[in-house]
């Protein structure tokens, strides 16, 4: 991989995922996209080796590393070149188990984020509804109060890990009249009756990762079961968006520069007329193009890291990072495909794979067009 100087300090823990990256996982993914499905093994292989709990403390079993540890594994665990499955063990490890240790009873923290940290349970994150994609203000799926216990009822959609998950943390409105003062998160144990995996969706890439539709029909939880105090669940949303975005944008990066890598060895080795097509200007002008926008991402994106690590308020930037990194990230692996001509657009080599994988991170974690509205409204402020 290139070296990733921002990340010094994490050299040692690199070179350890990138080990383990190119010996255990690579190896295997090729048969996993063509499965559809990546093995929960691959959960407990990253827990046994400790992986699973950079963000959660000591406590539980994670190693309580800050937010720049959790970027330099992203940008090296990102180097796989199948994004439904980085994404799916990042959402478990980095966003869900993280957001369940900062707003969860100490109840359901000792019951579930041990077993997150092995990999002996999975989690998911339910935000998105049928109807409501990006505007989580219109989600319909309710929790009413009954006695001591509280009865979800819904839909979710595109949620990842969905169709695997032991746990699932479910934004719901618990109060219409409220606002955003009137939403509330809770913890459900997918075990729980009225839980039910609606279908799993075929995607246009993604493929190794369970994408799934899941309803809820009375599903019981107790006051346990509740993140944070009843109507708090905007506001965690909020903050869980901004790391769940960089996340994103982060493992983005990593794909593109894989792109970039492997378009400057085939351009090096291909020849036509004579020559190398490297040295001919339309492709030159791309890898000089490409290797420009990786640099500019980096910077965004670890300037937006920074500002998250200091707790600033980071969501402007990361809305700007999300928006160019991402979509370059799109437009890199689409002239990675151009640049290896008629083979890039076979299944034999890996840039019409990336495209398939990236074309979603413009749209996941909120669409680009919604990163440009958080951009407007941040530059209307007086």
């Not at 990138?18 to 499965?35: F, G, H, S």
């Not at 799916?88 to 009873?105: P, Q, R, W, Y």
């Not at 001509?341 to 840039?351: K, R, S």
């Not at 990336?354 to 996941?364: A, E, K, N, S």
Request: proline share 3%; hydrophobic share 40%.
């Amino acid at each position: 991989m290139k070296a990733l100087p921002y990340y010094g300090e994490y050299e040692a823990f690199i070179d350890s995922v990138t080990k383990l990256v190119y010996q255990e996982l690579i190896p295997n993914v090729a048969r996993w996209e063509v499965e559809r499905f990546f093995p929960n093994d691959v959960f407990k292989l990253l827990g046994e080796q400790g992986y699973l709990g950079r963000l959660i403390s000591e406590e539980y079993g994670g190693v309580g590393g800050d937010y720049k540890l959790a970027g330099a594994w992203c940008e090296s665990f990102g180097e796989i070149a199948s994004v439904g499955l980085t994404v799916g063990v990042n959402m478990h490890s980095l966003v869900i188990s993280h957001a369940l240790e900062k707003f969860g009873t100490e109840t359901a923290k000792q019951h579930w984020l041990p077993q997150a940290v092995k990999g002996e349970a999975i989690g998911a994150y339910a935000f998105t509804e049928p109807g409501a994609g990006s505007d989580l203000a219109s989600i319909r799926t309710t929790a009413t109060k009954h006695g001591s216990r509280w009865k979800i009822n819904g839909s979710k959609t595109f949620i990842t890990n969905g169709a695997r998950a032991d746990f699932i943390l479910v934004l719901t409105k618990t109060d219409p009249s409220a606002g955003y003062k009137g939403f509330t998160t809770f913890v459900v144990d997918t075990k729980s009756k009225g839980f039910k995996v609606s279908k799993t969706l075929h995607k246009l890439g993604w493929h190794a990762s369970d994408t799934a539709e899941l309803s809820f029909e009375d599903v019981e939880v107790d006051e346990s079961c509740v993140l944070g105090k009843v109507g708090e669940g905007w506001g965690q949303a909020a903050s869980n968006l901004n790391w769940e975005r960089l996340m994103l944008t982060l493992t983005s990066l990593a794909g593109a520069r894989m792109c970039l890598q492997a378009s400057t060895r085939y351009a090096s080795e291909r020849k036509a007329f004579g020559r190398t097509i490297g040295e001919f200007g339309d492709i030159s002008e791309y890898l000089q193009e490409m290797e420009r926008r990786i640099a500019l991402g980096e910077a965004l994106a670890h300037r937006a890291l920074d500002e998250l690590c200091s707790s600033k308020d980071c969501r402007p930037l990361v809305a700007a990072a999300k928006r160019m990194v991402c979509d370059d990230a799109v437009w890199i692996a689409d002239k990675a495909i151009q640049i290896h001509g008629g083979y890039g657009y076979t299944t034999e080599f890996l840039p019409e794979r990336w495209w398939r994988d990236l074309r979603l991170m413009p749209i996941g974690g909120g669409t680009s067009e919604i990163m440009t509205n958080i951009l407007r409204k941040d530059l209307q402020k007086p």
